[in-house]
């Protein structure tokens, strides 16, 4: 790429150190971590196919706030995806007088994509060994933090003696409390969660129906989730429904005969520091259009004969997104 124009110049890197302390941006471009690097040479190789795209996709990257900054960062990395998977892309084409995130061609076959980042859009930071954020900022501070109170309501790091007598009771009284409370926000979180998601998917699905029919396009609803793990079930739960509960495929078909599935996608966490992803694909059985393309390294649910969702592949737990110079260097 030596030459070509690049999205981490010196123009971004100096915009970039005119940001506050705490912008995404400003981590991402500046850090000297290997993350940082990683994420910078994917973006950097992503971005480069970005055609008539890249500077509104630049801008977006630069903003301070974590919500836009993120969702341009989702659309690069699954325009990385469909590329990995041996598809071409155009970035925000115009079609029937519309600009979908992603048209996508491969042996003939057309489809769209439209990416939305749905977690981590509060002030969070983007690198794995930041702060994780919480479920749009739903759940309580530490819930998603690993802590864990052991039997007597402690810490198991605190080695602070044991108190005895009606202070200890009370405190594990308390301890209880607010365990017990941590349990209800996580379950109204997710609960509120699942509600955003169907929100989110109904709003996709009635913006491109049209554009879908006219085309006669498959469409994939691509969720990204950044570093946290539980938007997958959750837009399967939402999509499938559950013992007793429709999911929108079935409450809804006729809206959402034209999506071929969601896929949820996000990075995991890597001791090396190499950007690598995971996700799933779920697919809507009752969609006119089958999305044409497999995504071997995501899981993938569907509905067998039974009625029932079941994964018909594993996937892989993480793969590398290995888009031509996304090596996990920095850019040169």
Avoid: I, N
């Avoid at 109904?202 to 029919?213: I, N, P, Q, T």
């Avoid at 409450?251 to 999506?259: G, I, K, L, Y």
């Amino acid at each position: 790429m030596t030459g070509a124009a690049r999205l981490f110049d010196e123009e971004t890197r100096d915009a970039a150190e005119r940001m506050h302390e705490g912008a995404p941006m400003r981590r991402l471009a500046l850090a000297d971590t290997p993350e940082a690097a990683a994420m910078r040479a994917a973006l950097e190789a992503c971005w480069a196919r970005a055609g008539d795209a890249r500077d509104r996709l630049r801008k977006g990257l630069l903003h301070e706030r974590w919500g836009q900054h993120v969702g341009a960062l989702a659309q690069l990395l699954a325009l990385g995806l469909v590329l990995r998977e041996g598809w071409d892309a155009v970035c925000e084409p115009e079609l029937g007088g519309r600009t979908p995130d992603l048209l996508v061609t491969r042996d003939g076959a057309r489809a769209l994509v439209e990416v939305r980042a749905v977690t981590g859009m509060g002030e969070a930071p983007w690198e794995s060994g930041g702060e994780a954020s919480d479920l749009t900022g739903l759940l309580l501070d530490d819930t998603r933090s690993g802590a864990r109170l052991v039997d007597d309501g402690r810490h198991p790091d605190d080695d602070t003696p044991r108190r005895t007598g009606r202070a200890e009771k009370d405190r594990r009284a308390r301890a209880r409390r607010l365990a017990a409370e941590r349990a209800a926000a996580r379950l109204a979180s997710e609960d509120e969660l699942a509600d955003v998601v169907a929100r989110v998917l109904g709003r996709k699905a009635d913006a491109y129906a049209a554009l879908c029919e006219r085309f006669d396009l498959p469409y994939l609803v691509a969720l990204y989730q950044d570093t946290d793990d539980q938007l997958g079930p959750l837009a399967r739960r939402v999509a499938y429904g559950g013992p007793g509960v429709d999911g929108l495929f079935t409450a809804e078909r006729d809206r959402f005969a034209h999506v071929s599935g969601v896929l949820v996608f996000g990075r995991a966490p890597d001791e090396t520091g190499a950007l690598l992803l995971r996700g799933e694909l779920t697919v809507d059985p009752a969609a006119r259009r089958p999305f044409p393309g497999a995504f071997p390294d995501l899981a993938r649910w569907e509905v067998g004969d039974d009625g029932v969702p079941r994964r018909t592949t594993r996937g892989a737990a993480a793969f590398a997104l290995d888009v031509p110079g996304a090596d996990g260097r920095g850019p040169a």
